[in-house]
């Protein structure tokens, strides 16, 4: 050939040459994503895939693998997923070639695995506890993972209709739990009220007035916890005889006002014994000497005690009494029997049948006394002679010309006499005016003596 101007001959020579493949790159975009199943498999799609290098036209392709995997099996986004044996393919295949036959990416999500843990219904008794007897089920747990400590409780501990709801779980599955979305169910559950039983106890009491009993009922039943306050029994009436008990007056204190209780009270029997009266001799008795032993008594000579206030309750007060003797004297022993009560409560009393006390008084009755006549002069020891035979008559071998009661209640008084003597005066022998000068020696004469017959006791 020739250039344009025909200067030359132009001859081409042939010679080698090569091209060398594009370099094609491949890598993960978008989102791989599946829901936590415990492995690291990750499944792909063709828009996973971008293949970078083409030049526009050609055909050429990648394999777009569909099996991948996570950099772990655990659940969260942003993970690693790799993908292996990557290849081209296409009529340009040739022109080009991977740079890489894997290749991998943050583009992996594994989102948590759905769980259901359900609650079950149940019924039970009230034990003081929110704790229920049965466990939960769960729902679609992957296989190797487990549920511990799964449990269910009820919203109070109190008797009535209750919610039991999931509590306590723990989920073994490598991540804490985080593998998983639970789902709770709640259950509809019942605490029926705990049987109670309230039981009186025998006792035998002293007839006091009131009802109350010294003993305390006993529980049974009762959870740990609760408490009861007040508890007391009574009898059925207040009277002596034999009653009933029975339980009253409690509170229980369980934080539900008692509704966690279906209480049983049951009775006992019971005894009130009537309460001894003292029944006493008080004040005093007295009569004049009459050789008998009868004492007459008035109801201010007697006492009653213990009477509770408020009861019709009295002491029959006999009349008739006994003297410990007849012989006169003071703080004689004055004895009774046949004592009884009367009255709305008599019956709720006993009382001594008898009683005595030294409060009886018999009266000497005047004495006789020897009235000796001049010319006897009598000294001072005569008279104390005199008085001292209170029971019986002095002789002074003389001439009696009077004798006639002159004594003093208690004969114990050398003068005077109890009282006037008809047709005398006090302390003289004869009729006339009262001779009264206590100054007059015996057998002595004065103003108001007489030598002759007066002035002696």
Known sequence: GSDSLGNYIIT???????????PLTASLTGTVEKVYDGTTVATLSSADYQLGGVIGGDDVSLNDPVSGTYDNRN?????????????????????????????????????KAPLTLTALTETRT????????????????????????????????????????????????????????????????????????????????TYDGG?????????????????????????????AGARTLTVTGYTISDGNGGGNYIVTTTVAPGTIDPKALSASLVGSVSKPYDGNTDATLA????????VVSGDQVSLNDPAGGTYDSPAAGFNKLVSVDGLALSGADADNYTVNADAAASIGTITAPPQPIVVIVPPVDLTQSDFDQVAAAANGVVNFS?????????????????????????????????????????????????????STAGNHP
């Open 12 to 22: 081409p020579q042939a010679a080698s040459g090569s091209i060398t493949p594009a």
């Open 75 to 111: 659940a969260g986004p942003g993970k690693t997923v790799s993908v292996g044996c990557l290849s081209i393919s296409g009529t340009d295949q040739d022109d080009y070639s991977l740079t890489s036959t894997s290749t991998s990416g943050a583009v992996g999500t594994i989102t």
């Open 126 to 205: 009230y034990d003081g506890t929110t704790l229920a007897d049965v466990t939960p089920t769960n729902s679609a747990l992957v296989e190797g993972d487990s549920v511990s400590n799964l449990v269910e409780t009820f919203d109070s501990r109190n008797a009535g209709s209750r919610t039991l709801s999931v509590s306590g779980y723990i989920i073994d599955d490598g991540a804490n739990g985080g593998n998983y979305a639970v789902t709770l169910v709640a259950a509809p559950g019942t605490i029926n009220p705990a049987p109670l039983t309230l039981a009186a106890v025998t006792d035998t009491k």
């Open 211 to 239: 009802v109350t009993s010294g003993a305390t009922p006993t529980d049974s039943g009762l959870v740990p916890g609760d408490s009861i306050s007040g508890l007391v029994q009574v009898f059925d009436s207040k009277n």
């Open 299 to 306: 109801s201010s000579n007697y006492s009653l005690a213990g």
């Open 398 to 450: 003389t001439t009696v010309v009077n004798v006639f009661p002159v004594g003093n209640v208690d004969n114990t008084t050398s003068y005077g006499d109890n009282g006037p003597i008809t047709g005398a005066g006090n302390r003289d022998l004869w009729t006339g005016t009262d001779q009264s000068d206590t100054s007059c020696p015996p057998g002595t004469s004065g103003p108001n003596c007489s």
